[in-house]
């Protein structure tokens, strides 16, 4: 049977495959637990047999998957992180005929967004002696690195013309920025962003201006 004029053919959609869609809801689900614990006490006191014993696996499976309690850390907050770089790249694509106002809206997106969220407000509240705060500060490197590999992507697509150089410099300074800002507040996002807008601007200009 053909299909009858002005209809729109079907299209086949892509299935995830079981073994990765497994594997993505295993990790959902640890991360769930994870945060839930958290909700009561410190990361200090959460071992890695109440995340797996909240999410209702055994402690081995949990070890298999991340390896360590400080790669499960890692891992959990950048799964945690995703969420804020959706907003970023959403405050991004709404502002690409001014790169300036994008940068701008994506670093008072990044920290008031940031800055609402619940598990924020606990991570900062860490002393940084046994906490996920030293998973963004002192052992921070892989966040950084998945963090300016998101925010490069994004600039990239805005901005094909830009040099790659300029626009992964752009991306890792604004990353650093944010994190150091988010975790020593001074001021509104607002006013961050802004004055972080005004220290950039000559250079956003010069990169990813046409």
Request: aromatic share 6%; glycine share 8%.
């Amino acid at each position: 049977m053909t299909a009858a004029a002005g209809t729109i053919p079907a299209v086949a959609t892509a299935r995830t495959p079981y073994p990765q869609a497994a594997k993505e809801l295993l990790r959902d689900t640890l991360f769930g637990a994870a945060r839930d614990e958290l909700q009561n006490r410190a990361w200090s006191e959460i071992t890695m047999s109440d995340i797996a014993g909240a999410a209702g696996v055994s402690r081995q499976t949990l070890y298999k998957e991340f390896g360590s309690r400080d790669e499960f850390g890692q891992a959990f907050v950048i799964h945690e992180g995703e969420r804020f770089l959706d907003a970023v790249d959403a405050a991004v694509r709404e502002h690409l005929d001014d790169p300036r106002a994008a940068v701008g809206a994506a670093l008072s997106t990044f920290l008031r967004t940031a800055g609402e969220d619940p598990l924020v407000r606990i991570l900062l509240s860490d002393d940084g002696t046994g906490g996920l705060l030293p998973f963004v500060t002192t052992q921070g490197m892989p966040v950084v690195q998945w963090a300016t590999a998101r925010l490069t992507a994004t600039i990239e697509e805005g901005w094909p013309q830009a040099p790659d150089a300029d626009v992964k410099l752009l991306a890792e300074s604004l990353v650093r920025l944010a994190i150091s800002y988010v975790t020593a507040p001074t001021d509104s996002p607002e006013k961050t962003a802004t004055q972080a807008g005004d220290l950039l601007g000559p250079f956003i200009d010069r990169a990813l201006g046409s």
